[in-house]
Protein backbone atom coordinates (compact mmCIF):
# COMPACT_ATOMS: atom_id res chain seq x y z
CA UNK A 1 0.00 0.00 0.00
CA UNK A 2 1.55 3.06 -1.32
CA UNK A 3 1.11 6.33 1.49
CA UNK A 4 1.08 9.89 0.28
CA UNK A 5 4.51 11.76 0.86
CA UNK A 6 3.50 14.15 3.58
CA UNK A 7 1.72 11.40 5.33
CA UNK A 8 5.34 9.91 5.08
CA UNK A 9 6.95 13.05 6.36
CA UNK A 10 5.05 13.15 9.30
CA UNK A 11 5.44 9.60 10.51
CA UNK A 12 9.48 10.25 9.57
CA UNK A 13 9.13 13.46 12.06
CA UNK A 14 7.06 11.83 14.90
CA UNK A 15 8.96 9.05 15.13
CA UNK A 16 12.54 11.15 15.18
CA UNK A 17 10.66 13.83 18.00
CA UNK A 18 9.73 10.12 19.61
CA UNK A 19 13.37 8.78 19.66
CA UNK A 20 14.87 12.04 20.83
CA UNK A 21 12.58 12.88 23.89
CA UNK A 22 13.66 9.33 24.77
CA UNK A 23 16.96 9.86 24.65
CA UNK A 24 16.64 13.43 26.37
CA UNK A 25 14.58 11.86 29.68
CA UNK A 26 16.79 8.96 29.88
CA UNK A 27 20.10 10.59 31.98
CA UNK A 28 19.61 11.62 35.13
CA UNK A 29 16.57 12.20 37.47
CA UNK A 30 15.15 15.45 36.47
CA UNK A 31 16.64 17.99 33.18
CA UNK A 32 20.09 18.79 33.09
CA UNK A 33 21.16 21.61 30.95
CA UNK A 34 22.52 18.92 28.66
CA UNK A 35 19.10 16.97 28.50
CA UNK A 36 17.73 20.44 26.99
CA UNK A 37 20.18 20.69 24.71
CA UNK A 38 19.83 17.35 23.11
CA UNK A 39 16.05 18.24 22.80
CA UNK A 40 16.47 21.07 21.12
CA UNK A 41 19.22 19.89 18.98
CA UNK A 42 16.48 16.70 18.37
CA UNK A 43 14.02 18.93 17.31
CA UNK A 44 15.37 21.02 14.76
CA UNK A 45 17.23 18.40 13.09
CA UNK A 46 13.39 16.21 13.21
CA UNK A 47 11.98 19.19 11.93
CA UNK A 48 14.48 19.36 9.12
CA UNK A 49 13.17 15.92 8.05
CA UNK A 50 10.12 17.64 6.09
CA UNK A 51 12.38 19.19 3.70
CA UNK A 52 14.74 15.56 3.24
CA UNK A 53 13.23 15.27 -0.06
CA UNK A 54 13.83 18.61 -1.71
CA UNK A 55 17.01 19.04 -0.24
CA UNK A 56 18.10 15.37 0.44
CA UNK A 57 22.22 16.91 0.98
CA UNK A 58 21.59 19.76 3.16
CA UNK A 59 18.73 18.21 5.50
CA UNK A 60 21.91 15.33 5.85
CA UNK A 61 24.46 17.65 6.81
CA UNK A 62 22.33 19.48 9.02
CA UNK A 63 21.81 15.76 11.43
CA UNK A 64 25.08 15.31 10.97
CA UNK A 65 25.85 18.17 13.11
CA UNK A 66 23.04 17.72 15.12
CA UNK A 67 24.79 13.97 15.72
CA UNK A 68 27.94 15.63 16.51
CA UNK A 69 27.29 18.00 18.70
CA UNK A 70 24.53 16.21 20.49
CA UNK A 71 24.68 12.87 20.03
CA UNK A 72 20.89 12.04 18.76
CA UNK A 73 21.23 9.59 15.78
CA UNK A 74 17.74 8.97 14.56
CA UNK A 75 17.22 11.60 12.36
CA UNK A 76 20.77 11.46 10.85
CA UNK A 77 19.80 7.80 10.10
CA UNK A 78 16.48 8.67 8.66
CA UNK A 79 18.09 11.82 6.37
CA UNK A 80 20.54 9.17 5.08
CA UNK A 81 18.28 6.84 4.37
CA UNK A 82 16.25 9.81 2.05
CA UNK A 83 19.90 10.61 0.63
CA UNK A 84 20.58 6.71 -0.21
CA UNK A 85 16.99 6.63 -1.94
CA UNK A 86 17.63 9.68 -3.85
CA UNK A 87 20.97 9.36 -5.31
CA UNK A 88 23.60 7.11 -5.19
CA UNK A 89 27.03 8.39 -6.07
CA UNK A 90 30.39 10.07 -4.69
CA UNK A 91 27.90 12.36 -2.67
CA UNK A 92 26.15 9.63 -0.64
CA UNK A 93 29.31 8.12 0.03
CA UNK A 94 31.36 11.42 1.32
CA UNK A 95 28.40 12.17 3.38
CA UNK A 96 28.13 8.84 4.76
CA UNK A 97 31.82 9.19 5.74
CA UNK A 98 30.87 12.36 7.72
CA UNK A 99 28.01 11.01 9.74
CA UNK A 100 30.37 7.82 10.38
CA UNK A 101 33.08 10.42 11.58
CA UNK A 102 30.39 12.44 13.63
CA UNK A 103 29.15 9.03 15.40
CA UNK A 104 32.57 7.80 16.30
CA UNK A 105 33.54 11.35 17.25
CA UNK A 106 30.46 11.80 19.41
CA UNK A 107 30.48 8.41 20.88
CA UNK A 108 33.91 8.94 21.93
CA UNK A 109 33.19 12.49 23.85
CA UNK A 110 30.78 11.56 25.69
CA UNK A 111 31.08 7.80 26.62
CA UNK A 112 33.62 8.17 29.77
CA UNK A 113 35.32 4.60 28.94
CA UNK A 114 35.00 4.90 25.56
CA UNK A 115 36.33 1.38 23.24
CA UNK A 116 37.78 2.85 20.57
CA UNK A 117 37.70 -0.91 18.56
CA UNK A 118 33.58 -1.05 19.35
CA UNK A 119 33.37 2.44 17.98
CA UNK A 120 34.91 1.83 14.48
CA UNK A 121 33.59 -1.63 14.21
CA UNK A 122 29.90 -0.33 15.03
CA UNK A 123 30.06 2.73 13.28
CA UNK A 124 29.93 1.01 9.73
CA UNK A 125 26.80 -1.28 10.40
CA UNK A 126 24.79 1.79 12.02
CA UNK A 127 25.37 3.94 8.96
CA UNK A 128 25.58 1.24 6.93
CA UNK A 129 22.32 -0.26 7.69
CA UNK A 130 20.85 2.63 7.20
CA UNK A 131 22.78 3.18 3.55
CA UNK A 132 22.02 -0.04 2.22
CA UNK A 133 18.34 -0.09 2.78
CA UNK A 134 17.83 3.33 1.59
CA UNK A 135 19.65 2.29 -1.48
CA UNK A 136 17.86 -1.06 -2.04
CA UNK A 137 14.52 1.11 -2.26
CA UNK A 138 15.77 3.81 -4.58
CA UNK A 139 17.18 1.37 -6.56
CA UNK A 140 13.50 -0.49 -7.04
CA UNK A 141 12.01 2.27 -7.43
CA UNK A 142 14.27 3.46 -10.33
CA UNK A 143 13.56 -0.01 -11.64
CA UNK A 144 10.07 0.19 -11.36
CA UNK A 145 9.81 4.08 -13.18
CA UNK A 146 12.58 2.21 -16.10
CA UNK A 147 10.12 -0.97 -16.52
CA UNK A 148 7.06 1.66 -16.54
CA UNK A 149 8.93 3.63 -18.82
CA UNK A 150 9.56 0.86 -21.19
CA UNK A 151 6.27 -0.40 -20.96
CA UNK A 152 4.61 2.78 -21.84
CA UNK A 153 7.26 3.08 -24.98
CA UNK A 154 6.30 -0.13 -25.82
CA UNK A 155 2.63 0.84 -26.28
CA UNK A 156 3.33 3.49 -27.96
CA UNK A 157 5.60 2.02 -30.39
CA UNK A 158 2.58 -0.17 -30.55
CA UNK A 159 0.04 1.40 -31.40
CA UNK A 160 2.22 3.43 -33.91
CA UNK A 161 3.08 0.43 -35.34
CA UNK A 162 -0.31 -0.85 -35.61
CA UNK A 163 -1.50 2.64 -37.23
CA UNK A 164 1.57 2.76 -39.72
CA UNK A 165 0.28 -0.80 -40.89
CA UNK A 166 -3.58 0.40 -41.39
CA UNK A 167 -1.95 3.04 -43.58
CA UNK A 168 0.20 1.33 -45.01
CA UNK A 169 -2.54 -1.51 -45.86
CA UNK A 170 -5.23 1.07 -47.25
CA UNK A 171 -2.06 2.30 -50.00
CA UNK A 172 -1.96 -1.66 -50.64
CA UNK A 173 -6.04 -1.39 -50.91
CA UNK A 174 -6.26 1.91 -52.99
CA UNK A 175 -3.50 0.29 -55.47
CA UNK A 176 -4.99 -2.89 -55.74
CA UNK A 177 -8.44 -0.96 -56.49
CA UNK A 178 -6.69 1.13 -59.23
CA UNK A 179 -5.78 -1.91 -61.11
CA UNK A 180 -8.59 -3.89 -60.84
CA UNK A 181 -11.33 -0.65 -61.66
CA UNK A 182 -9.00 0.64 -64.18
CA UNK A 183 -8.37 -2.76 -66.00
CA UNK A 184 -12.76 -3.34 -65.86
CA UNK A 185 -13.35 0.40 -66.51
CA UNK A 186 -11.06 0.55 -69.95
CA UNK A 187 -12.96 -2.60 -71.22
CA UNK A 188 -16.02 -0.78 -71.10
CA UNK A 189 -14.65 2.33 -72.51
CA UNK A 190 -13.13 -0.03 -74.85
CA UNK A 191 -16.72 -1.53 -75.82
CA UNK A 192 -18.55 1.83 -76.32
CA UNK A 193 -16.12 3.34 -78.06
CA UNK A 194 -16.23 0.47 -80.64
CA UNK A 195 -20.41 1.03 -80.42
CA UNK A 196 -19.21 4.98 -80.85
CA UNK A 197 -17.03 4.95 -84.13
CA UNK A 198 -19.28 2.14 -85.81
CA UNK A 199 -23.20 3.33 -85.54
CA UNK A 200 -23.83 0.98 -87.96
CA UNK A 201 -23.28 -2.40 -86.97
CA UNK A 202 -25.75 -4.58 -86.82
CA UNK A 203 -28.31 -5.52 -83.45
CA UNK A 204 -26.43 -8.68 -82.89
CA UNK A 205 -23.09 -6.87 -82.48
CA UNK A 206 -24.85 -4.02 -80.28
CA UNK A 207 -26.59 -6.45 -78.09
CA UNK A 208 -23.72 -8.59 -77.50
CA UNK A 209 -21.22 -5.52 -76.78
CA UNK A 210 -24.09 -4.03 -74.69
CA UNK A 211 -23.97 -7.54 -72.80
CA UNK A 212 -20.46 -7.28 -72.46
CA UNK A 213 -20.42 -3.94 -70.61
CA UNK A 214 -22.83 -4.94 -68.82
CA UNK A 215 -20.83 -8.09 -67.40
CA UNK A 216 -17.40 -6.27 -66.62
CA UNK A 217 -19.72 -3.02 -65.30
CA UNK A 218 -21.00 -5.98 -62.74
CA UNK A 219 -17.31 -7.66 -62.16
CA UNK A 220 -16.21 -4.05 -61.65
CA UNK A 221 -19.07 -3.46 -59.20
CA UNK A 222 -18.20 -6.59 -57.64
CA UNK A 223 -14.70 -5.72 -57.35
CA UNK A 224 -15.21 -2.06 -55.75
CA UNK A 225 -18.20 -3.61 -52.96
CA UNK A 226 -15.36 -6.29 -52.17
CA UNK A 227 -12.60 -3.70 -51.91
CA UNK A 228 -14.26 -1.03 -49.91
CA UNK A 229 -15.74 -4.00 -47.74
CA UNK A 230 -12.46 -4.32 -46.50
CA UNK A 231 -12.03 -0.64 -45.75
CA UNK A 232 -15.31 -0.52 -43.89
CA UNK A 233 -14.67 -3.51 -41.48
CA UNK A 234 -11.58 -3.33 -41.25
CA UNK A 235 -10.05 -6.85 -40.64
CA UNK A 236 -6.81 -6.69 -43.22
CA UNK A 237 -4.44 -5.96 -41.16
CA UNK A 238 -2.19 -8.03 -43.29
CA UNK A 239 -3.94 -7.73 -46.71
CA UNK A 240 -5.64 -11.47 -45.47
CA UNK A 241 -9.13 -10.46 -46.37
CA UNK A 242 -8.15 -8.56 -49.64
CA UNK A 243 -9.89 -10.24 -52.87
CA UNK A 244 -9.36 -10.95 -55.93
CA UNK A 245 -6.42 -12.36 -55.65
CA UNK A 246 -5.06 -13.20 -59.16
CA UNK A 247 -2.32 -15.71 -60.23
CA UNK A 248 -0.29 -16.50 -63.06
CA UNK A 249 -2.92 -19.65 -64.36
CA UNK A 250 -5.67 -15.94 -64.79
CA UNK A 251 -3.53 -14.59 -67.61
CA UNK A 252 -5.39 -16.16 -70.24
CA UNK A 253 -8.71 -14.92 -68.94
CA UNK A 254 -6.84 -11.65 -68.56
CA UNK A 255 -6.13 -11.79 -72.25
CA UNK A 256 -8.88 -13.27 -73.59
CA UNK A 257 -11.16 -10.20 -71.80
CA UNK A 258 -9.34 -7.94 -74.24
CA UNK A 259 -9.49 -9.99 -77.46
CA UNK A 260 -13.12 -9.62 -76.56
CA UNK A 261 -12.89 -6.23 -76.15
CA UNK A 262 -12.07 -6.08 -79.55
CA UNK A 263 -7.75 -5.49 -79.24
CA UNK A 264 -5.66 -7.76 -81.29
CA UNK A 265 -4.02 -9.67 -78.98
CA UNK A 266 -1.51 -12.20 -79.37
CA UNK A 267 -0.05 -14.00 -76.14
CA UNK A 268 2.67 -16.47 -75.33
CA UNK A 269 2.65 -17.58 -71.88
CA UNK A 270 5.05 -20.27 -70.86
CA UNK A 271 5.30 -20.91 -67.08
CA UNK A 272 5.46 -23.96 -65.13
CA UNK A 273 2.77 -24.80 -62.70
CA UNK A 274 4.69 -24.16 -59.42
CA UNK A 275 5.04 -20.58 -59.97
CA UNK A 276 5.01 -18.97 -56.58
CA UNK A 277 1.63 -16.99 -55.55
CA UNK A 278 4.09 -13.78 -54.80
CA UNK A 279 5.31 -13.99 -58.52
CA UNK A 280 2.42 -14.94 -60.09
CA UNK A 281 0.03 -11.85 -58.53
CA UNK A 282 3.20 -9.58 -59.64
CA UNK A 283 3.28 -11.09 -63.16
CA UNK A 284 -0.37 -10.46 -63.71
CA UNK A 285 -0.79 -6.98 -62.66
CA UNK A 286 2.05 -6.07 -64.95
CA UNK A 287 0.62 -7.63 -67.92
CA UNK A 288 -3.00 -6.17 -66.38
CA UNK A 289 -1.53 -2.51 -66.61
CA UNK A 290 0.10 -2.78 -69.64
CA UNK A 291 -3.27 -3.63 -71.46
CA UNK A 292 -5.21 -1.40 -69.15
CA UNK A 293 -3.36 1.32 -71.09
CA UNK A 294 -3.31 -0.17 -74.19
CA UNK A 295 -7.18 -0.08 -73.90
CA UNK A 296 -6.86 3.77 -72.98
CA UNK A 297 -3.99 4.83 -75.14
CA UNK A 298 -3.69 3.14 -77.81
CA UNK A 299 -7.28 1.44 -78.93
CA UNK A 300 -7.00 -0.62 -81.98
CA UNK A 301 -3.05 -1.40 -81.93
CA UNK A 302 -1.88 -5.11 -82.33
CA UNK A 303 -0.60 -5.91 -78.97
CA UNK A 304 1.64 -9.06 -77.90
CA UNK A 305 1.83 -10.44 -74.48
CA UNK A 306 4.97 -12.66 -73.75
CA UNK A 307 5.70 -14.39 -70.41
CA UNK A 308 8.44 -17.04 -69.67
CA UNK A 309 10.26 -18.42 -66.90
CA UNK A 310 11.38 -20.99 -65.10
CA UNK A 311 12.44 -22.01 -61.54
CA UNK A 312 15.84 -20.33 -60.83
CA UNK A 313 15.53 -18.26 -63.94
CA UNK A 314 12.66 -16.08 -62.86
CA UNK A 315 9.95 -14.93 -64.75
CA UNK A 316 10.42 -12.13 -67.92
CA UNK A 317 7.48 -10.35 -69.34
CA UNK A 318 6.83 -8.33 -72.57
CA UNK A 319 3.86 -6.48 -73.43
CA UNK A 320 4.30 -4.64 -76.99
CA UNK A 321 1.64 -2.26 -79.17
CA UNK A 322 2.49 -1.20 -82.42
CA UNK A 323 1.75 2.52 -83.52
CA UNK A 324 -1.38 3.32 -82.54
CA UNK A 325 -3.97 4.32 -85.69
CA UNK A 326 -6.75 6.37 -83.88
CA UNK A 327 -5.24 9.79 -81.45
CA UNK A 328 -6.31 10.63 -78.38
CA UNK A 329 -7.19 8.24 -74.89
CA UNK A 330 -10.83 7.09 -73.95
CA UNK A 331 -9.88 7.67 -70.68
CA UNK A 332 -7.79 10.47 -68.75
CA UNK A 333 -5.09 8.71 -66.76
CA UNK A 334 -3.08 9.94 -63.88
CA UNK A 335 0.00 8.06 -64.17
CA UNK A 336 -0.49 6.33 -61.00
CA UNK A 337 -0.85 2.88 -62.01
CA UNK A 338 2.94 3.17 -63.70
CA UNK A 339 4.35 3.85 -60.36
CA UNK A 340 2.49 1.81 -58.47
CA UNK A 341 3.53 -0.92 -61.01
CA UNK A 342 7.17 -0.20 -60.52
CA UNK A 343 7.01 -0.14 -56.53
CA UNK A 344 6.04 -3.26 -57.11
CA UNK A 345 8.35 -4.78 -59.42
CA UNK A 346 10.97 -3.01 -57.37
CA UNK A 347 9.65 -4.35 -54.25
CA UNK A 348 9.79 -8.45 -55.21
CA UNK A 349 13.51 -7.53 -56.61
CA UNK A 350 12.54 -7.15 -60.25
CA UNK A 351 13.48 -4.93 -63.01
CA UNK A 352 11.29 -2.96 -65.34
CA UNK A 353 11.50 -0.78 -68.10
CA UNK A 354 8.60 1.09 -70.15
CA UNK A 355 9.37 3.39 -73.33
CA UNK A 356 8.53 3.96 -76.62
CA UNK A 357 9.95 1.30 -79.50
CA UNK A 358 11.76 2.09 -82.24
CA UNK A 359 8.58 1.49 -85.19
CA UNK A 360 6.12 4.00 -82.38
CA UNK A 361 4.90 1.46 -80.36
CA UNK A 362 5.31 1.09 -76.38
CA UNK A 363 6.82 -1.97 -74.54
CA UNK A 364 6.37 -2.49 -70.87
CA UNK A 365 9.30 -5.24 -70.12
CA UNK A 366 10.14 -6.74 -66.60
CA UNK A 367 12.33 -9.28 -65.10
CA UNK A 368 10.83 -10.89 -61.69
CA UNK A 369 13.25 -13.06 -59.34
CA UNK A 370 11.81 -16.68 -58.65
CA UNK A 371 10.62 -17.07 -55.03
CA UNK A 372 12.58 -19.54 -53.04
CA UNK A 373 10.63 -22.72 -51.51
CA UNK A 374 10.35 -21.17 -47.72
CA UNK A 375 8.75 -17.63 -49.83
CA UNK A 376 6.69 -19.57 -52.10
CA UNK A 377 5.29 -21.38 -48.88
CA UNK A 378 4.77 -18.54 -46.96
CA UNK A 379 3.35 -16.45 -49.66
CA UNK A 380 1.06 -19.17 -50.42
CA UNK A 381 -0.24 -19.86 -46.86
CA UNK A 382 -1.69 -16.18 -46.88
CA UNK A 383 -3.17 -16.71 -50.07
CA UNK A 384 -5.24 -19.28 -48.77
CA UNK A 385 -6.72 -17.12 -46.21
CA UNK A 386 -8.09 -15.62 -48.50
Same mark, same amino acid.
Given at each position: ??????????????????????????????????????????????????????????????????????????????????????????????????????????????????????????????????????????????????????????????????????????????????????????????????????????????????????????????????? *??? +? /??????? %??? #? @??? $? &??????????????????????????????????????????????????????????????????????????????????????????? *??? +? /??????? %??? #? @??? $? &??????????????????????????????
Amino acid at each position: MRYSPRLRDVVFVAFSLLTIFAQAASGDPGWQPRDWFVLAAGIVASLALIWRRRYPVTVTLITIVATLVSGVFVPMGLALLTLAIRRRDLVLAAVSLAAYAAYVLNSWETNSNPQIGVLIASGPFLIGTWVAVGAYVGARRDLMVTLRDRAERAEAERELRAEQAKLGERARIAQEMHDVLAHKVSLIALHAGGLEVNPAVGPDKVESSAGLIRETARQAMEDLREV *LGV +L /RTDLSAD %GAD #L @TPV $P &TAADLTRLVEASRAAGVSVHSLVDLPDDVPASVGRTVYRIVQEALTNVHKHARGASTEVVVHGAEGDGVGVQVTNVRPVAAGSLLPGAGAG *LVG +L /RERVDLS %GGR #L @TIG $P &TTEGGWRVEAWVPWSDGKEAEESAGTEGKR
